[in-house]
């Protein structure tokens, strides 16, 4: 299979392929043997550089195979591939006996009639409890417009676990309090509790909370202004934001434009500083939506856009694209 230029809006539309969906890593080993395993943890990182991530379990016998692995593929299975979806699920027996498989990049199996295929070069691992996070830069794909299959009967659907009925929300012993279900103690409580397992790696990379906000924001577009900024962390950051962009300057992580000084950007240094952390930041946030249970991840990013988009309809304001000429896709496409 030939590699294809890479286009970003077909990119991001290769990436929306995996609704809640299946999909096969595939990889060979240092002897050939081709290795092969059913998957439903694929999520984007990053349009550009263009990366992906998967997890799998430490308990896993394919383990070793793809930690040493320098290249790995991804197949987001089509509705009629169910069959090939169990084969690959299983335990003790030749996966790939008897299939038509094409050879990708450094002899990587690929499978035939999948909805997309992403052929990968591992860029980072991290260890997640009983798991262990593969990040890898896509270095070919294609796709095309088959049914995906889905869990749930073949039917998407909105459905989250609920507490038993003899759990009550707690409340405070003060008449008016707030209980522990009052929407702010939640979404605040979770957010610090969700930054605070991150920061380590914002530790490593010297940066602060900050500092991260801004060097993100920079990466959903290749050029911003201090206004562009502003209105999309309008409520987020004020002083502190600009006085991190002066310090993020001033550490060769940011510059002005060369044709615009009122326009920023990242430097190569930047760029790389960003990427590991964000790259670090899902792979924690994969961790968690693990642990929430499948199908309730997709529910509850919904709920969470819908109630964002109901108390600040601004929240768009850095991923919405001013030129189609700008050359950067508006945002990664995050699931």
């Known amino acids: ?44 990182v990053s349009l550009n550089p263009p990366l992906v991530l998967w997890s799998l379990a430490t308990s896993s016998l394919s383990l070793p195979a793809f930690q040493s692995a320098p290249h790995w593929a991804v197949h987001v299975l089509a509705a009629d591939q169910d069959g090939l979806s169990g084969r690959f699920a299983k335990r003790g027996e030749d996966k790939f006996a008897g299939l038509d498989i094409e050879t990708g990049v450094e002899g990587v199996p690929l499978l035939r009639g999948c909805m997309a295929r992403f052929q990968c070069r591992t860029a980072f691992q991290y260890e997640g409890g009983d798991h262990v996070i593969f990040i890898g830069e896509v270095l070919s794909f294609d796709r095309n417009d088959a049914p995906p299959l889905v869990f749930h009967g073949g039917k998407y659907a909105h459905a989250t676990l609920r507490d038993p009925p003899d759990l009550q929300p707690r409340s405070a012993h003060l008449a008016g309090s707030f209980g522990d279900d009052f929407l702010g103690y939640q979404l605040g409580r979770s957010h610090f509790r969700f930054l605070a397992q991150i920061r380590r790696y914002l530790t490593d990379a010297h940066l602060s909370d900050e500092d991260f906000y801004v060097l993100s924001a920079l990466t959903l577009k290749a050029r911003l202004t201090v206004a562009d900024l502003d209105a999309g962390m309008a409520g987020i950051l004020d002083e502190s934001g600009h006085r991190a962009l002066a310090s993020l300057i001033e550490r060769g992580l940011v510059r002005s434009s060369a044709t615009d000084k009122q326009i920023y950007e990242l430097t190569d240094s930047g760029r790389d500083s960003a990427l590991r952390v964000i790259s670090a930041a899902k792979a924690v946030e994969q961790q968690v939506l693990h642990r929430l249970g499948p199908g309730e991840a997709p529910v509850l990013k919904s709920l969470l856009a819908r109630l964002l988009n109901v108390i600040d309809p601004a929240a768009n304001a850095l991923w919405q694209e001013k030129n189609a000429d700008e050359g950067a896709p508006a945002a990664a496409h995050m699931r």
């Open 1 to 44: 299979m030939s590699a294809k230029p890479f286009d970003a809006a077909d990119f991001r539309r290769a990436l929306g392929s995996f609704a809640t969906g299946v999909t096969i890593i595939t990889t060979r080993s240092a002897d050939g043997t081709p290795f092969g395993l059913t998957v439903n943890s694929f999520n984007s």
